[in-house]
């Protein structure tokens, strides 16, 4: 677990996690939960490095080869 979250930083890893700091920043400034929450999930993507398609749901499939 330690090792998966201190390597491989990326800098996409590196804006999602600026990003979610932001979010949840401003979700308690204005009082906005929605926001936190948003804020919370980029946060746990970034530090967990998990991809969005992390199912692997958005691959496209290969053509078929015509015979």
């Known amino acids: 677990m330690k090792k998966l979250i201190f390597t491989r930083w990326t800098l996409m890893r590196f804006i999602r ?11 308690v ?12 999930f980029l946060s746990i993507i970034a530090v967990f490095n998990m991809q969005p398609c992390f ?6 499939p290969s053509p078929k080869q015509k015979k």
Not at 17 to 27: M, P, Q, R
Not at 55 to 60: L, N
């Open 17 to 27: 996690l600026i990003a979610g700091i932001t979010a949840i920043t401003f979700a």
């Open 29 to 40: 400034l204005e009082g906005q939960p929605l926001l936190g929450v948003a804020g919370l």
């Open 55 to 60: 199912s692997g749901a958005c691959t496209v």
